[in-house]
């Protein structure tokens, strides 16, 4: 059943993108009703009994999950049809990648009723921050192109895209939207992995590779919110410290999952 979810939100999703901008109600009813299947579809990847499925091909297909619910709110009140041909395919990507990397059960026997809400909040501020990640990449293209239109090492349709954007000041509105909900989700995270971390994780607080990397990322998003309040942080400096942050947790979690369920076949439970 999740299989057949799973392609038919996919299906949805690219129909979604080639909908005409004019029909604007039919774009969004087909990217709602796609959202849904997608969510079910997560639902029964990462839920079954008496344990929890994780994976980078679930961390993902979530974070476009979250993304593609941001940009239905948002194209509500603003256009965004630019956003539209950049995220949408990639949803149909990511909803069908549990399908070929199923990642790993991890027993819920013998753990907390917190563990649930720990991975679950994990889940949701590493999708965030996804979000966050993928929009300063955009503004970094929307960047470009105010400096050089039509660039010829871009497609067409990416520079039409582009040009569709918002404002930049409005992109980047949304993008510190996007980090202060992602940093208020990771501090969480980490809050809840250094206090209830023999409760919930079953082991005792180490320093390992993924601790060090996250709590790294964490600095880098809340040196971020500082200087934007306090030193009116703009431009370049915040997409850095952005992608900075992002990459270092894609290498915390993701990155490591990765390699050890695609490169070298081991379960991670």
């Known amino acids: 059943m999740q299989t057949y979810l799973s392609f038919l939100a996919a299906a949805l999703y690219v ?18 009703a796609a959202w849904l299947i997608h969510a079910a579809a997560l639902w029964l990847t990462i839920f079954t009994p008496d344990a929890l499925r994780v994976g980078f091909a679930v961390m993902l297909s979530s974070a476009l999950w979250v993304s593609v619910l941001v940009y239905w709110l948002e194209s509500r009140n603003l256009s965004l049809d630019g956003l539209k041909v950049l995220l949408l395919p990639n949803a149909a990507l990511m909803v069908i990648l549990p399908v070929f990397f199923s990642g790993s059960l991890v027993t819920l026997t013998g753990k907390t009723t917190m563990f649930p809400w720990h991975l679950g909040i994990a889940l949701l501020s590493y999708s965030t921050l996804t979000i966050a990640a993928f929009h300063a990449v955009v503004m970094i293209l929307q960047d470009a192109h105010l400096h050089k239109p039509n660039n010829q090492s871009l497609p067409a349709w990416l520079n039409a895209a582009i040009e569709r954007l918002p ?14 909900i992602g940093f208020v989700l990771l501090s969480l995270t980490v809050l809840s992995g250094v206090v209830f971390s023999e409760q919930v994780l079953g082991i005792a607080f ?17 040196v971020l919110l500082i200087g934007r309040k306090w030193r009116g942080w703009r431009g370049k400096t915040v997409l ?19 390699v050890l369920e695609v490169l070298l076949h081991r379960s991670l439970s």
């Not at 404002?167 to 202060?180: C, S, W, Y």
């Open 15 to 32: 129909l979604g993108s080639f909908v005409p901008n004019q029909r604007r109600l039919i774009e969004s009813g087909f990217t709602f």
């Open 167 to 180: 404002a930049l000041l409005t992109m980047e509105k949304i993008l510190f939207r996007l980090i202060t």
């Open 206 to 222: 180490k320093w390992d590779h993924k601790t060090v990397l996250s709590l790294f990322s964490w600095c880098l998003f809340g």
């Open 240 to 258: 850095s410290f952005t992608l900075s942050g992002f990459i270092t947790l894609l290498l915390a979690y993701v990155g490591s999952r990765f």
